[in-house]
C-alpha cells in the first residue's frame, strides 16, 4: 500500500494561483485545492514509502516558489 500525506500549505501574498500551478506538476502529487482558512493550498501526495513522502516534500514541494510555510500531515 502507498504511503499519502496531506501537505498544509501557507504562500507569500498573491502567489496561491502560481504555487497550486507549480505543484500540480510535481510526481506524486494527487491533487492540489486553494483553500480557506488559515492555509492557502492543499496538496495530496502518494508514493511508495514515507521516505520518498519526505523526499518529495522536502526535495520537491518546499523549494517551490511562492512557499512559506508547509505541515504534513501523514494518513495512518
Not at 507569500?12 to 510535481?26: M, N, P, R, S, Y
Not at 510526481?27 to 521516505?51: F, H, M, Q, R
Amino acid at each position: 500500500m502507498a504511503a499519502k500525506a496531506f501537505v498544509l500549505i501557507e504562500t507569500a501574498v498573491g502567489k496561491t494561483k502560481d504555487v497550486a500551478t507549480a505543484l500540480k506538476q510535481i510526481k506524486g502529487v494527487k491533487s492540489v485545492d486553494a483553500v480557506t482558512g488559515p492555509y492557502d493550498v492543499i496538496a495530496i501526495i502518494e508514493a511508495e514509502t514515507l521516505n520518498d513522502i519526505g523526499d518529495v516534500v522536502t526535495g520537491k514541494i518546499h523549494p517551490t516558489t511562492g512557499i512559506s510555510r508547509t505541515v504534513t500531515c501523514l494518513a495512518i
